[in-house]
């Protein structure tokens, strides 16, 4: 027997190509999909994602579930849930592309979340409140950015990437996430969208050996340029000024540089060390405001 992988609709051993969609047609074996390789990525998928830095929440598993619908020319969009307690609570929305055997997307949840030292989460509002700053509504996670490569038709695997970012608010105060990257994986379940798996996926991160290195999906998720690195007060307050003229920054990768960087190091429960100088990178399309500001003396 063979399936459709985007429609669903059995056909006979002999059938090629789906009669209503025009898709391949993908093998059944004892009731599961055994494609070689996939067209569409509609339907339910279950996978799991982990951290690569160590420490309380590196070494945590979050399961999570993909329901995604493909649209024209690869594109596809979706639902994401994380399994309670460890992941994010709400229904996260999900945006990417499909090229065989490559897929990317953009994750966003409902609701951005601090994660302290020893594993618990506080919201963004939440954080906020606590230090006197009002904020009337919570305030969604930064995007996070998933690479991955089919290993076949039903499992895929690869890295995912939180780029550093300021959350502000309108006075002016917020804090800066530092980069975070990891792993994760996803077998597909079924056509069926409203299938509920509670198992899966069977081989968490399946085959480390053919991930690539997380810098790989750095570099090529970056848009962004570097302006050089600056001590740290000075970087302080060259980031209040781009985020008041809407310039995209981000902040260099060391966590070295990261720690002398209020508030971040009262989120992540304090360092030793020092760190003087800090690397910023601004968007290629803010590059001449950002340099035009440095110019001036970052007057504020």
């Not at 690479?147 to 309108?170: A, H, M």
């Not at 003087?276 to 500001?293: C, G, K, Q, Y």
């Amino acid at each position: 027997m063979k399936r459709c992988s985007y429609c669903g609709r059995e056909y006979p051993d002999a059938a090629t190509t789906c009669a209503i969609d025009q898709e391949p047609l993908l093998n059944v074996v004892g009731g599961r999909v055994e494609p070689t390789e996939r067209g569409k990525v509609s339907g339910v998928w279950r996978g799991a994602y982990g951290y690569e830095n160590k420490g309380a929440l590196g070494e945590k598993v979050v399961p999570f579930t993909l329901t995604l619908k493909q649209g024209w020319l690869g594109h596809f969009a979706g639902t994401v849930t994380e399994d309670s307690p460890m992941g994010m609570p709400g229904i996260g929305k999900v945006d990417g592309f499909l090229e065989w055997p490559t897929i990317e997307f953009t994750k966003q949840m409902p609701i951005g979340y601090i994660a302290g030292p020893d594993g618990s989460k506080v919201t963004f509002r939440e954080y906020f409140m606590e230090h006197g700053h009002a904020c009337e509504n919570e305030l969604p996670s930064p995007p996070i950015s998933y690479r991955g490569t089919f290993l076949d038709g039903n499992r895929v695997q690869g890295f995912w990437l939180i780029k550093p970012t300021r959350i502000s608010l309108p006075d002016g105060w917020g804090i800066t996430i530092p980069q975070t990257t990891g792993l994760w994986c996803a077998e597909f379940i079924a056509t069926d969208t409203g299938t509920k798996p509670i198992t899966g996926p069977q081989q968490p991160f399946f085959d480390k050996s053919l991930l690539p290195e997380p810098e790989a999906l750095a570099e090529a998720d970056s848009a962004f340029h570097s302006l050089g690195k600056f001590p740290v007060a000075d970087a302080e307050t060259l980031l209040k000024r781009f985020d008041r003229e809407n310039i995209r920054f981000e902040v260099a990768r060391d966590d070295s540089a990261i720690r002398q960087m209020l508030p971040v190091t009262a989120l992540f429960g304090g360092y030793s060390g020092t760190a003087p100088m800090i690397e910023i990178f601004v968007h290629t399309d803010d590059e001449a405001r950002a340099t035009a500001i440095i110019n001036q003396g970052s007057q504020v």
